[in-house]
């Protein structure tokens, strides 16, 4: 089974920058979707973006456009979210997920029943 792990959280001020990253078992990269979701405690989970590692085909919500991108290291078997111009709207626990063998779409990348894998939160706090 494929194993996860989102790490490069951490405390920042409003207009600053993080880099989380996601590694993952293997190599994988070739034949998986890749998401990014965050949660706020009391607050369903929100997807940020959807990587198709086969054709690099990102997608992104609409509240982190412009500001959120993804980039995939073949070689380290890693993805990672560069995060610029945070916001205290963006606090929250940040979690990768992977699924197998479907591109990511517009559709349903935000889907939570779509993923097959997941990795353990990494804690993104933005104070004002």
């Known amino acids: 089974d494929v194993q996860l792990q989102a790490s490069g959280g951490g405390s920042v001020q409003a207009g600053g920058s993080l880099r989380l990253s996601c590694t993952a078992s293997?190599?994988?990269?070739?034949?998986?979707?890749i998401a990014w979701f965050r949660q706020v405690p009391g607050k369903e989970r929100e997807a940020v973006s959807c990587?198709?590692?086969?054709?690099?085909?990102?997608y992104y919500a609409d509240s982190v456009k412009g500001r959120f991108t993804v980039s995939m290291n073949n070689a380290k078997n890693a993805v990672y979210l560069q995060m610029n111009s945070l916001k205290p709207g963006d606090t929250a626990v940040y979690s990768c997920?992977?699924?197998?063998?479907?591109?990511?779409?517009?559709?349903?990348?935000?889907?939570?029943?779509?993923?097959?894998?997941w990795g353990q939160g990494t804690q993104v706090t933005v104070s004002s």
């Open positions: 293997g190599k994988i990269f070739d034949h998986y979707a």
């Open positions: 997920a992977a699924d197998y063998g479907r591109p990511c779409s517009p559709d349903y990348y935000y889907d939570v029943d779509r993923y097959d894998y």
């Open positions: 990587l198709t590692t086969r054709d690099d085909t990102p």
